[in-house]
């Protein structure tokens, strides 16, 4: 009875995660009902309105704090809630952005916004399950309706070809992850993470900590975690997944997916292995697993991830799979700030994350509208859109440039955090490591400038101008505008990552 009470007790805070299914269910209803040319728009009015009563139920003010719901499954606190209205915010403009794409056809557009709020849900267990059961069933939630979104046009090769590698891939990362779950589960008896970090305390004390196995087990779950960020050696999905899905897909699963990657991979590894005393003075607790450097293990892989992602990146012509890499480099930076032990470290995550929603975003939306008004995706069908579409142009440049971390852009800042965090640890690995980041930011100058000399320097193969509809515009502005903003006065962000870095330990 007590257990039974305890998950009543945690419905009130379950709120957002409600809302979602009820929109769910009123997509399916409203789908079977309405006339075939009113799908669409009813489709993504009805989505918006489930993503703003989530977000209603999420910054709703509740006494409480940090809670564990549902005997421990998951966790109520700021860190979750600060990914969840994340997560809102990615699926929004994703909603708006297929209202303008051909891609998502009238037909199937109720499959499409079923899918994307099944997928957000996974992604709001994601970030705040604390159990290696809920771990692994989020993910998979998140997977599986990946997949059918990545092939969602039924009738392209290209896109069957990117959803079949994302499934081989995602079938064998996510074997490998619950094979290191159940070793860790062998290890300390238990699935929740704060009493795996009690088990692991206890064992550290004494001495008696089974070092082979749980080496294994975390390289296997850090497997896991790598393929949902894309990082190398993880990452061999993720450009012919982005080249093959529809545009809002592509640009969705650039920014949501990677950010509840480093949601769960942060509440992983500082539940278990990182103390709130060793948080707080920046110590490195994680360098006692099994003897290996585990920070310097993570920064080796945040350096060829990004150094990958940059050289890859230089010699695509396709603009998605350009970015495609260019995601991949990004996620190498963000693996920076994990690699430094310190609250500095996760707060320069969780801010660049807001940035990087905002220009890569808005660069997706560039390429879609590109797309729309010429059918191609190449460098060279953005010859002389400074000229022919000088708005999504200019925009188009405030997002490269951004996304190169060049002042007086929000990118730059980010970045800045990022490296700080690297310099103000010391030792000379971190020194370097902050050096490798600052020669691959100068690297991805090279392939984001050839887009921008296309749209401004080449010439144009016709004089016709591209219409790029208002919606499109009104966007490109939303998401221009914070690049800019922020580029210049950031404290509001800081002060908001600041408050919810607060997890849910014990």
């Known amino acids: 009875m007590q257990a039974v009470q305890a998950n009543l007790d945690s419905l009130k805070y379950f709120c957002a995660e409600f809302s979602l299914v009820l929109g769910i269910l009123a997509i399916i209803l409203f789908d079977r009902l309405s006339q075939p040319e009113r799908r669409k728009s009813l489709a993504a009015a009805v989505s918006l309105v489930t993503l703003g009563m989530a977000l209603v139920a999420i910054l709703w003010p509740r006494d409480g704090g940090s809670l564990p719901l549902f005997n421990g499954m998951l966790a109520f606190d700021p860190f979750a809630s600060f990914f969840k209205v994340f997560f809102v915010a990615v699926t929004g403009i994703t909603v708006?952005?297929?209202?303008?794409?051909?891609?998502?056809?009238?037909?199937?557009?109720?499959?499409?916004?079923?899918?994307?709020?099944?997928?957000?849900?996974?992604?709001?267990?994601?970030?705040?399950?604390?159990?290696?059961?809920?771990?692994?069933?989020?993910?998979?939630?998140?997977?599986?309706?990946?997949?059918?979104?990545?092939?969602?046009?039924?009738?392209?090769?290209?896109?069957?070809?990117?959803?079949?590698?994302?499934?081989?891939?995602?079938?064998?990362?996510?074997?490998?992850?619950?094979?290191?779950?159940?070793?860790?589960?062998?290890?300390?008896?238990?699935?929740?993470?704060?009493?795996?970090?009690q088990a692991w305390q206890q064992m550290a004390t004494s001495g008696s900590i089974p070092k082979p196995a749980l080496v294994v087990?975390?390289?296997?779950?850090?497997?896991?975690?790598?393929?949902?960020?894309?990082?190398?050696?993880?990452?061999?999905?993720?450009?012919?997944?982005?080249?093959?899905?529809?545009?809002?897909?592509?640009?969705?699963?650039?920014?949501?997916?990677?950010?509840?990657?480093?949601?769960?991979?942060?509440?992983?590894?500082?539940?278990?292995?990182?103390?709130?005393?060793?948080?707080?003075?920046?110590?490195?607790?994680?360098?006692?697993?099994?003897d290996l450097p585990w920070p310097a293990i993570i920064g080796i892989i945040s350096v060829a991830t990004m150094t990958l992602g940059n050289f890859s990146a230089l010699n695509q012509t396709n603009v998605k799979r350009l970015l495609a890499y260019s995601s991949i480099a990004h996620a190498g930076y963000l693996l920076m700030g994990f690699t430094v032990v310190s609250m500095d470290g996760l707060r320069s995550i969780m801010l660049y994350l807001v940035i990087y929603l905002f220009m890569n975003l808005g660069a997706f939306l560039v390429v879609m509208a590109v797309r729309e008004t010429t059918g191609g995706e190449e460098i060279d069908d953005f010859r002389g859109l400074g000229s022919r579409a000088p708005f999504a142009a200019i925009t188009m440049a405030i997002f490269l440039f951004s996304l190169t971390g060049l002042p007086p852009l929000a990118g730059f800042i980010g970045k800045f955090y990022i490296f700080a965090a690297v310099l103000q640890h010391g030792g000379y690995f971190y020194y370097l490591l902050a050096l490798i980041g600052v020669i691959n930011s100068a690297i991805s100058l090279y392939y984001y400038a050839r887009i921008a000399r296309a749209m401004f320097l080449d010439k144009s193969p016709t004089t016709e101008r591209l219409v790029v509809g208002r919606l499109t515009n009104g966007m490109l502005s939303l998401l221009a505008l914070p690049i800019l903003a922020l580029g210049i006065y950031w404290e509001p962000l800081r002060t908001a990552v600041v408050d919810s870095l607060v997890l849910l330990t014990g």
């Open 217 to 290: 087990s975390i390289f296997f779950i850090l497997a896991g975690l790598g393929y949902k960020i894309a990082s190398v050696p993880f990452h061999m999905w993720c450009p012919d997944a982005y080249e093959g899905a529809p545009t809002p897909v592509t640009a969705f699963l650039s920014v949501g997916p990677k950010a509840a990657g480093f949601a769960v991979l942060i509440r992983f590894f500082y539940t278990i292995f990182v103390s709130a005393e060793s948080l707080e003075n920046g110590s490195n607790v994680l360098v006692i697993l099994g």
């Open 96 to 197: 708006l952005f297929a209202m303008n794409s051909s891609e998502i056809s009238e037909r199937r557009v109720g499959e499409f916004h079923i899918l994307l709020l099944s997928l957000t849900l996974g992604l709001f267990l994601l970030s705040s399950a604390r159990n290696l059961l809920m771990i692994y069933v989020a993910i998979e939630m998140v997977s599986l309706a990946s997949y059918v979104l990545v092939g969602f046009k039924r009738r392209d090769r290209r896109s069957g070809e990117a959803a079949l590698k994302y499934v081989i891939y995602g079938g064998a990362a996510s074997g490998v992850m619950i094979y290191g779950m159940s070793l860790l589960y062998g290890l300390f008896g238990s699935l929740d993470l704060g009493a795996i970090n």
